[in-house]
């Protein structure tokens, strides 16, 4: 992770020289998924109801989608309603989706102007007709632009994803168009809400809560996360650029072990299936 100096020095920087700071370092990741969270608590703590907390998250979705655009970011998903979502109160979950109707109206042109293209993943069909109308014309508007990809999760729920997933691939054995034997994890991940969209590589969840919530399961299998005090209502552009350089000073490893500690330790690398070698750094004796 970024040393504490590190991350003060970048967060003294202006917004425009944050930006080109993160972006002349590199190695961005393609894919960041959110879980944004905190909505509820940053209405309470300024004595509002709830829904006030999800109406100011809209500007944290919009300072986001700039911040990513600016730094050339692909795709960025959102955990914008979860399966869980479903079991709050039902004047709570109709206002939800109203309000994200009213969003997707008012967002689209901007949307439209940054070049964004619009994608939705999770179980579309329990959305209510007027939320999926709005969103389908949404999706149908945007569907020629090259910039970044904004994947809102909706009616979505990790577990249920896979369990789609098996189902579907369950299918294709049984019909004989897959052998049991020849079935590979991209076989499996052609079952998912979103095959075509790359694993993300760095998963944020704002509010201090340590857990992935449902969200992403199989695809954040290494995914580096990074989990943020800020309520979601107050995250901006530099939280997300200060979160893009926390996971460029990071090293990906994927399970493996870095270039410079593959060897036995004597200044000779060698295979990791080398049964010599762990002889040797076991001192195992013949």
């Known amino acids: 992770m970024a040393s504490p100096h590190d991350m003060e020095t970048l967060n003294a920087l202006g917004l425009d020289d944050l930006v080109a700071r993160v972006t002349e370092r590199g190695d961005l990741p393609n894919h960041v998924a959110i879980i944004m969270d905190g909505n509820g608590r940053w209405a309470q703590k300024r004595f509002l109801p709830r829904l006030a907390g999800h109406r100011a998250g809209r500007h944290a979705v919009r300072h986001c989608v700039e911040a990513c655009g600016r730094i050339g970011i692909q795709v960025l998903t959102l955990y914008t309603f979860s399966q869980e979502n479903f079991n709050r109160p ?35 069909d329990q959305l209510p007709d007027k939320a999926r109308q709005t969103l389908t014309q949404a999706i149908d508007t945007l569907a ?21 997933a ?4 369950s299918e294709r054995l049984e019909s004989g ?54 309520l979601w209502p107050d ?10 350089a926390d996971y460029q000073n990071r090293e990906r490893r994927f399970g493996a072990l870095p ?28």
């Not at 109203?98 to 579309?124: I, P, Y």
């Not at 020629?144 to 789609?164: F, H, K, P, S, V």
């Open 90 to 124: 039902a004047a709570e979950v109709k206002a939800l989706w109203h309000f994200l109707q009213e969003t997707l109206g008012a967002e689209r042109d901007e949307l439209d102007r940054r070049n964004v293209r619009l994608a939705a993943c999770g179980a579309l």
């Open 144 to 164: 020629g632009n090259t910039g970044l990809t904004l994947n809102l999760a909706l009616a979505y729920g990790g577990r249920q994803e896979i369990l789609q």
């Open 166 to 169: 098996a189902l579907r691939l």
């Open 177 to 230: 168009e897959l052998k049991a034997d020849q079935v590979t994890e991209d076989d499996f991940a052609q079952g998912l809400y979103s095959p075509d969209l790359p694993d993300p590589d760095l998963v944020i969840r704002t509010s201090g809560e340590a857990r992935l919530s449902n969200f992403l399961l199989w695809q954040s299998a290494y995914s580096e996360i990074l989990i943020t005090p800020v």
């Open 235 to 244: 995250f901006g552009q530099r939280d997300l650029l200060l979160a893009v």
């Open 259 to 286: 270039a410079d500690r593959t060897g036995d330790g004597q200044g000779k690398a060698g295979s990791l299936l080398d049964p010599a070698r762990w002889k040797r750094l076991l001192k195992v004796r013949p």
